[in-house]
C-alpha cells in the first residue's frame, strides 16, 4: 500500500490447514520487528485470538498495536486504517472456511504459507498459492505468495517435502524455521528469541524478506 508518507507493507499469514505455525510466525515476525524500531500493528483475524492473547498477557519486547478482528468487511476496513499508522501491517488468519483470510490475502503486499513436512500439509500449502494466485488476478495486481517450511527437521521427509513444493512450481523462501523448543516457549514465556539458533534463524528470515523488496530495509 502507498500512502503520501510513504509505503507501508501488508504481510498477511495464511494456510488452509490448521495447525502448521501461523500464530508463532506472526508472534516472531511482530516482535521482532518491534525490537528494530519498526511501527508495527499486527491484526489477529483468527476467531481463536491467540495472537492477541499473547501480546495482551504474555508478550516482553518492544511495543506493537494489536487488534483482534474476524469479521472480514471490519477487517478489510481495519487493515486500510491501522496501515494509515505503521510501517508494517502483519495479519494472523484462520483457516479458508473464515472468510476474513480471503479479505486479508488480497489486502496483501506478500503472503506467507507455512508449510510442515508431511505430504498433507505440502497439499494445503499448494492450494493456498493457487488461491492466492486467483485472489491477485481478481484484485488485478501482484501479491506474492511464498511457502516457508517451518519445524523443519533435517530428515529424509523434509528433503522429500522441499523436492515436491519445487515440483510444484510452487516459490518458496530459502529461510526455514526449525523444530526447536524456543519458538515453542515464547508462547509462554512472552519473550522473541534474541539469541541462539532461533535467533539466527529469525535475522535470516528477515534479511530474505528485505533481500526480496517485502519488508522496509
Do not use: C
Not at 511495543?63 to 478489510?76: C, G, K, N, S, V
Not at 500439509?121 to 481478481?138: C, H, M, N, P
Amino acid at each position: 500500500m502507498v500512502y503520501w508518507w510513504g509505503v507501508v507493507t501488508v504481510v498477511t499469514i495464511a494456510s488452509s490447514k490448521g495447525g502448521p505455525g501461523k500464530t508463532t510466525i506472526a508472534m516472531l515476525l511482530a516482535g521482532s520487528l518491534a525490537a528494530e524500531g519498526r511501527q508495527v500493528v499486527a491484526l489477529d483475524a483468527d476467531p481463536t485470538q491467540a495472537l492477541s492473547r499473547w501480546a495482551a498477557n504474555a508478550y516482553e519486547g518492544a511495543p506493537f498495536e494489536i487488534h483482534a478482528e474476524a469479521d472480514e468487511t471490519r477487517l478489510a476496513h481495519l487493515i486500510d486504517k491501522t496501515a494509515g499508522r505503521a510501517e508494517i501491517v502483519i495479519v494472523d488468519t484462520a483457516g479458508f472456511g473464515n472468510r476474513a483470510a480471503a479479505v486479508a490475502m488480497t489486502s496483501a503486499d506478500l503472503i506467507i504459507v507455512p508449510t510442515l513436512s508431511g505430504e498433507a500439509d505440502v497439499t494445503e500449502a499448494e492450494k493456498t498459492v493457487r488461491l492466492a494466485e486467483g485472489l491477485a488476478r481478481a484484485a488485478r495486481r501482484d501479491i506474492p505468495a511464498v511457502v516457508l517450511l517451518n519445524k523443519v527437521r533435517r530428515t529424509q521427509l523434509t528433503r522429500h517435502a522441499t523436492q515436491e513444493i519445487a515440483n510444484a512450481g510452487l516459490p518458496r523462501l530459502d529461510a526455514t524455521l526449525s523444530d526447536l523448543v524456543a519458538y515453542g516457549e515464547m508462547s509462554y514465556s512472552g519473550r522473541v528469541p534474541q539469541a541462539g539458533p532461533a535467533m539466527i534463524e529469525m535475522a535470516g528470515l528477515l534479511a530474505e524478506l528485505r533481500g526480496r523488496g517485502w519488508l522496509p530495509s
